[in-house]
């Protein structure tokens, strides 16, 4: 087998994951192009001011925001075992200052320059996009990896602690040395063009443990995959929606939340979104970090609940597809008379 056979599976299969989320969200992959995307022997490659990239993951956004702009997302996927330190967050604020300070400057542009007086517009006629750079791992962050990430606007994926994603933190785990000796090098070949998205059957595999392992883990993924919606909340938090209804479709892209915003099994893990005029659609999700440790401070306050869903959840911006792979954006609006009514109920309006 390669050397570092196990880490680059690893972290192949990561990338696929993280993209097939994406995907499922209205995100849109980027292919190479004749300027600054090209495929190298790591796969895409992107241009900086000083060096090339290897770009993880790239996808348009669903849509633009007008008077912004046009953007692109980059992930940085780290499918490592220990904790993410502070260098690779570095490492990723300046990869983000280097492709998005990118400009194609030719020696007949540097010559024309010289003429105060010219007429036409000199740069290199080519699509120009702003890369935000995301971080993506499946494990934790340090403490100064992450106050260095939020002060310079890095957005961190965490897959750490999320019981959602057992299922996939327990298969890289079992892809190690056992794994690859229960496996042919033609073998290992195909998994990994399977997870570049260069063949899309599933590979078959002579062990039948392999082969059961594998197979279960890509349904079980694109179960996840089918299910799923993106939720960005006004102070920019991200949550990710789950519901087995994935055909949702509203009649009108405001909705009023008129049910609780509630936990359903516990306090971080499992909390639910009903839409009651929508035959009590359900929506479930896990509360950011930061919600989180906000309304544990005050000891799990009943009111303080109702203050942080007021707070943070006024809105919620929710980007997904149905099962016809098309589009949908809806937005989910917190009713105000359901938020006085459960205040009343506490004895404060």
Request: proline letters at 3%; glycine letters at 4%; charged letters at 30%.
């Amino acid at each position: 087998m390669p050397k570092n056979a196990s880490s680059n599976l690893k972290g192949k299969i990561f990338e696929w994951f993280v993209k097939e989320i994406l995907k499922s969200c209205g995100f849109i992959e980027v292919k190479p192009d004749k300027f600054i995307l090209y495929t190298g022997g790591t796969g895409l490659m992107i241009h900086g001011l000083g060096q090339s990239h290897n770009a993880d993951v790239l996808m348009d956004p669903p849509f633009q925001i007008p008077f912004y702009f046009p953007s692109r997302l980059l992930v940085e996927c780290k499918a490592y075992k220990d904790k993410i330190r502070l260098p690779i967050v570095r490492n990723i604020l300046g990869f983000r200052e280097d492709i998005n300070n990118f400009e194609i400057i030719t020696e007949e542009i540097l010559k024309g320059r010289k003429n105060y007086k010219r007429t036409a517009i000199l740069n290199h006629n080519y699509s120009r996009y702003f890369y935000q750079v995301a971080l993506a791992s499946v494990n934790e962050l340090t403490i100064i990896a992450q106050e260095f990430a939020l002060t310079h606007h890095i957005p961190i994926i965490s897959f750490a602690f999320s019981k959602r994603y057992n299922f996939f933190r327990n298969f890289l785990e079992n892809i190690n040395k056992n794994f690859l000796e229960n496996i042919n090098e033609k073998e290992l070949n195909k998994l990994f063009k399977y997870f570049k998205n260069e063949i899309f059957e599933k590979p078959y595999f002579a062990k039948e443990d392999v082969r059961i392992k594998i197979s279960n883990f890509i349904d079980e993924s694109k179960k996840l995959f089918e299910c799923m919606h993106v939720g960005v909340l006004d102070d920019g938090s991200i949550i990710f929606l789950y519901s087995a209804e994935k055909d949702f479709m509203p009649s009108d892209k405001q909705i009023e939340i008129n049910s609780e915003i509630q936990k359903d099994k516990d306090n971080k893990s499992n909390w639910k979104i009903a839409l009651s005029d929508y035959g009590n659609k359900k929506f479930y999700f896990e509360l950011p970090e930061e919600i989180y440790n906000e309304w544990a401070d005050s000891r799990f306050d009943k009111m303080v609940a109702i203050e942080e869903k007021e707070k943070h959840f006024k809105h919620i911006y929710v980007f997904g597809k149905n099962s016809n792979n098309k589009f949908v954006f809806f937005i989910l609006n917190l009713d105000k008379d359901f938020v006085k009514e459960a205040k009343g109920k506490l004895g404060k309006t």
